[in-house]
């Protein structure tokens, strides 16, 4: 198995491009299903769970090309056959559950495993299955897997208990060639919505208010091929190089960033003495200087996103003083804090809250990925402690981080793959 090894001491310093947004890029190409044409989707990441859809896709007869030097993915889903889809694949990865959404609208059947993904916690799927009710799907959950069927999908107000962005993902797809219209009341208002629409929009979906949380939906009798699209940023990945600067002392420069959508890394940041100055889509961070703690709590975006609590523990490990992280979404999402102790970190964790007590020094040490964001997190304490760290079970970070290793070595971090 490949790991990750990072020998700590050095400053950072250069630019760093970020990536399309894996959030983004995940329900586009699922939703390529809804139309049978051809569909270019431009700049696409090389990511594992990128991989694992396009094997999906071919899985159920798709064609797929993806150059991997242009990052140009090229989807013709008109040979999709109207089978079950591939359960070791979608056990894989959680955003396979998509699948459900698009295959509903376009063969109004869909029989899948339940979904995989990161050990973070209970993420269930009755959101989903209770929009689909509203829009008049039938389903059923049998040992392992859940299988749905619909005669005709007709448009129905939804009201999400939480603003689950799964759910509403799948509900919008459902609801694009539905019959009437859907009102989807408390969606999520994660900046991936957004441009899920957009896409879909791109293609002849009429869906407006997408990322402030009551969307509409009114259903089409058809798509239309749509013009190459680009999606938007990795808000997570660029809040990831922020904190890079920051746990580091050095000042970086992050090309490929949106403001509005980085407000809570930002005011975080800053609060911890980080200082970000954003000139359109490019933001420089000042990370040098003695860092200050902060309390942080998860919330639904515009909150403080979950994906980035981990990150920001690694770099509060050094603050000087007490921090205090409650995380509201996901309940398993502190096992990483065992390993950063490894480290020398001192993180106490009680329920949903963990007290991390700043101190002087990180010393390398041999820890293991335990989910996709706590594994970007060790590599940051690697980047400042003292000696090698070897950091295992890496395919979590390969899911979600493009070339992480070859960015931060190009910003002078002494770090490999092996």
Request: proline share 4%; with cysteine.
């Given at each position: 198995?490949?790991?990750?090894?990072?020998?700590?001491?050095?400053?950072?310093?250069?630019?760093?491009?970020?990536?399309?947004?894996?959030?983004?890029?995940?329900?586009?190409?699922?939703?390529?299903?809804?139309?049978?044409?051809?569909?270019?989707?431009?700049?696409?990441?090389?990511?594992?769970?990128?991989?694992?859809?396009?094997?999906?896709?071919?899985?159920?007869?798709?064609?797929?090309?993806?150059?991997?030097?242009?990052?140009?993915?090229?989807?013709?889903?008109?040979?999709?056959?109207?089978?079950?889809?591939?359960?070791?694949?979608?056990?894989?990865?959680?955003?396979?559950?998509?699948?459900?959404?698009?295959?509903?609208?376009?063969?109004?059947?869909c029989k899948i495993?339940?979904?995989?993904?990161?050990?973070?916690?209970?993420?269930?799927?009755?959101?989903?299955?209770?929009?689909?009710?509203?829009?008049?799907?039938?389903?059923?959950?049998?040992?392992?897997?859940?299988?749905?069927?619909?005669?005709?999908?007709?448009?129905?107000?939804?009201?999400?208990?939480?603003?689950?962005?799964?759910?509403?993902?799948?509900?919008?797809?459902?609801?694009?060639?539905?019959?009437?219209?859907t009102i989807i009341?408390?969606?999520?208002?994660?900046?991936?919505?957004?441009?899920?629409?957009?896409?879909?929009?791109?293609?002849?979906?009429?869906?407006?208010?997408?990322?402030?949380?009551?969307?509409?939906?009114?259903?089409?009798?058809?798509?239309?091929?749509?013009?190459?699209?680009?999606?938007?940023?990795?808000?997570?990945?660029a809040g990831t190089?922020?904190?890079?600067?920051?746990?580091?002392?050095?000042?970086?420069?992050?090309?490929?960033?949106?403001?509005?959508?980085?407000?809570?890394?930002?005011?975080?940041?800053?609060?911890?003495?980080?200082?970000?100055?954003?000139?359109?889509?490019?933001?420089?961070?000042?990370?040098?200087?003695?860092?200050?703690?902060?309390?942080?709590?998860?919330?639904?975006?515009?909150?403080?996103?979950?994906?980035?609590?981990?990150?920001?523990?690694?770099?509060?490990?050094?603050?000087?003083?007490?921090?205090?992280?409650?995380?509201?979404?996901?309940?398993?999402?502190?096992?990483?804090?065992?390993?950063?102790?490894?480290?020398?970190?001192?993180?106490?964790?009680?329920?949903?809250?963990?007290?991390?007590?700043?101190?002087?020094?990180?010393?390398?040490?041999?820890?293991?990925?335990?989910?996709?964001?706590?594994?970007?997190?060790?590599?940051?304490?690697?980047?400042?402690?003292?000696?090698?760290?070897?950091?295992?079970?890496?395919?979590?970070?390969?899911?979600?981080?493009?070339?992480?290793?070859?960015?931060?070595?190009?910003?002078?971090?002494?770090?490999?793959?092996?």
């Amino acid at each position: 198995m490949e790991k990750i090894i990072v020998k700590g001491g050095k400053r950072l310093q250069g630019e760093v491009d970020i990536s399309v947004a894996k959030n983004s890029v995940l329900p586009i190409i699922v939703a390529t299903i809804l139309n049978p044409t051809p569909i270019v989707i431009k700049n696409v990441p090389i990511l594992e769970d990128v991989t694992v859809l396009i094997n999906l896709l071919r899985e159920l007869e798709c064609e797929v090309n993806f150059s991997q030097i242009t990052g140009d993915l090229i989807i013709d889903t008109s040979n999709l056959k109207e089978v079950d889809a591939n359960s070791e694949l979608i056990r894989k990865m959680r955003a396979s559950f998509l699948i459900m959404g698009p295959m509903l609208s376009r063969f109004g059947r869909c029989k899948i495993s339940m979904p995989g993904g990161c050990n973070i916690g209970s993420r269930p799927i009755d959101l989903h299955l209770k929009g689909f009710k509203c829009l008049g799907i039938d389903s059923e959950i049998g040992y392992g897997y859940v299988e749905s069927k619909v005669k005709k999908i007709v448009g129905n107000r939804v009201y999400l208990d939480f603003p689950s962005v799964g759910a509403t993902e799948n509900i919008m797809m459902s609801a694009v060639l539905a019959e009437g219209k859907t009102i989807i009341e408390n969606a999520a208002e994660e900046p991936e919505i957004w441009d899920l629409a957009r896409f879909l929009n791109s293609m002849g979906a009429r869906i407006t208010g997408a990322g402030f949380g009551r969307i509409t939906i009114e259903g089409v009798k058809s798509l239309r091929k749509p013009e190459p699209f680009t999606p938007i940023f990795d808000r997570i990945e660029a809040g990831t190089f922020m904190v890079a600067a920051a746990i580091t002392n050095s000042k970086l420069t992050i090309n490929g960033v949106n403001e509005q959508h980085l407000m809570p890394n930002i005011e975080k940041l800053k609060e911890c003495g980080v200082h970000c100055i954003v000139e359109g889509n490019r933001m420089i961070v000042d990370g040098t200087g003695e860092k200050k703690p902060v309390d942080i709590k998860t919330m639904p975006y515009p909150g403080f996103p979950t994906d980035m609590q981990s990150v920001f523990a690694s770099m509060l490990t050094i603050a000087k003083g007490t921090s205090i992280i409650v995380e509201n979404i996901f309940e398993n999402r502190y096992k990483y804090t065992q390993e950063l102790n490894k480290m020398g970190a001192k993180i106490t964790v009680e329920g949903k809250s963990a007290i991390i007590r700043g101190t002087r020094k990180l010393y390398g040490a041999d820890v293991k990925a335990t989910d996709l964001r706590g594994g970007a997190a060790l590599v940051l304490a690697g980047l400042i402690a003292k000696g090698k760290t070897q950091v295992d079970d890496i395919e979590y970070i390969l899911r979600g981080y493009e070339k992480l290793d070859y960015k931060l070595q190009n910003l002078g971090a002494n770090i490999n793959v092996e």
